[in-house]
Nanobody, 117 residues
């Protein structure tokens, strides 16, 4: 069992920044991939960004956040980060961390990000 705990969500004004963190604990095996998804009001869950294992990792971003968000990981701490800059009201959503090892997939509880005008 892998547990994921997110932190860093909150309320910010448009143009501001937040950094989300997600720490994995439990039965962790490497290599693993981690990522961030979000679900906005009345919307489907969508991929925000993900990152593969490795020293730097390969990253993938949704077009809507490319150039504004940066995903990174600290393998020693089994933690993934999402640096969110130039936030827009449309970024408002519940953000979910996920962990993937082979066929195993785990999700965090979600953290609310609200961007005001």
């Amino acid at each position: 069992q892998v547990q994921l705990v997110e932190s860093g969500g909150g309320l910010v004004q448009a143009g501001g920044s937040l950094r989300l963190s997600c720490a994995a604990s439990g039965s962790i095996f490497s290599p693993y991939s981690m990522g961030w998804y979000r679900r906005g009001p009345g919307k489907q869950r969508e991929l925000v960004a993900d990152i593969t294992s490795g020293r730097t990792g390969n990253t993938n971003y949704a077009d809507s956040v490319k150039g504004r968000f940066t995903i990174s990981r600290d393998n020693a701490r089994n933690t993934v980060y999402l640096q969110m800059n130039s936030l827009k009201p449309e970024d408002t959503a519940v953000y979910y961390c996920n962990y993937k090892f082979e066929s195993l997939l785990y999700w965090g509880q979600g953290t609310q990000v609200t961007v005001s005008s």
